[in-house]
């Protein structure tokens, strides 16, 4: 069996509304836009399925609307499900505000995906050469900590694992969070992230912080990311581009280096690739618009 990413973080389905700025709290404000689609995990595995990688599924799914619409974009995107459907929840969402400058404001809300059971995980069943993908988002107390910390810890030393922390960080517990980093291969974050995880504001300190647990990558926006590997920090320069979405792009970032060191791209290389993909996914709105790898690799060539 050739390698794949296997996804254990949480797809929801993203109810998108564009506005022009957030209102003040009591007021109101008229949207510009909308859209309903899968999102959360979605967007990592649709980043990584086009940029080369098979991509399996093996977060949970409810019954009903939600889960449904969460099945047929798995479907559409050529990614296989491992687990059943839970038949007695339906899938969550999430409220996504995109403002005018691009960036996104969320409220979630669990279903299905934050009820894993030890049982249901054993159906996911990996192969030697596989990718991991773990969310924050499944480390919580809410939803799947009590679960995922353990089964991570029963991972075979030939999967690669990616933890990406997400906005939540702060509400995993100390025991479920050391869990998952001492599993895991890679840590990638954003800048804040990395301030909450480090209680340094300094993203270069920062970064050297976390560089001392293992490899890490810290994603800056429009400047690219950093990028530590054996505790050695380096910067990965970015893309000129003009955001219009940032809604998925931290996803489109994780897919894209996860698949680029499958293909076997050293760190370094498989960052910048990161770095393009993010880039290009910024350009157009929705949460899943990662490129494909021609795309990716036609930028690249384009600013050799």
Do not use: K
């Amino acid at each position: 069996m050739s390698a794949r990413l296997v996804s254990v973080g949480n797809v929801i389905v993203d109810l998108v509304t564009n506005v022009p700025e957030l209102p003040e709290r009591g007021a109101d404000v008229l949207a510009t836009g909308s859209s309903i689609a899968a999102g959360g995990g979605f967007n990592a595995m649709v980043a990584a399925i086009r940029q080369g990688l098979p991509t399996a599924y093996a977060g949970g799914h409810g019954t009903g609307y939600f889960g449904d619409l969460v099945r047929s974009a798995l479907a559409d995107a050529g990614i296989e499900v491992l687990l059943q459907a839970d038949p007695t929840r339906d899938s969550g969402y999430d409220l996504a505000l995109v403002d005018g400058g691009g960036e996104r404001t969320f409220v979630t809300v669990f279903g299905a995906e934050a009820e894993l059971t030890v049982g249901a995980l054993a159906g996911a069943l990996l192969g030697p050469d596989d990718l991991v993908l773990v969310s924050g988002y499944g480390l919580l107390p809410t939803t799947n900590g009590e679960v995922l910390g353990p089964w991570l810890d029963a991972l075979h030393e030939t999967h690669t694992v990616l933890l990406d922390p997400g906005p939540l960080v702060s509400e995993i517990s100390p025991e479920v969070w050391e869990s998952a980093v001492s599993r895991a291969d890679w840590l990638s974050c954003n800048e804040r992230e990395a301030a909450m995880l480090t209680g340094e504001s300094d993203v270069l300190a920062a970064a050297g912080i976390l560089a001392a647990s293992g490899d890490v990558l810290v994603r800056l926006g429009a400047d690219g990311c950093l990028l530590s590997v054996a505790g050695v920090v380096e910067h990965i320069p970015g893309f000129t581009v003009e955001a219009v979405d940032t809604n998925g792009a931290g996803d489109a970032h994780a897919g894209a280096f996860l698949a680029a060191l499958a293909a076997g791209l050293e760190p370094r290389e498989a960052a910048r690739r990161a770095n393009a993909c993010a880039a290009l996914a910024v350009t157009r709105r929705g949460p899943a618009t990662a490129p494909t790898l021609a795309e990716v690799l036609a930028l690249l060539r384009a600013v050799a």
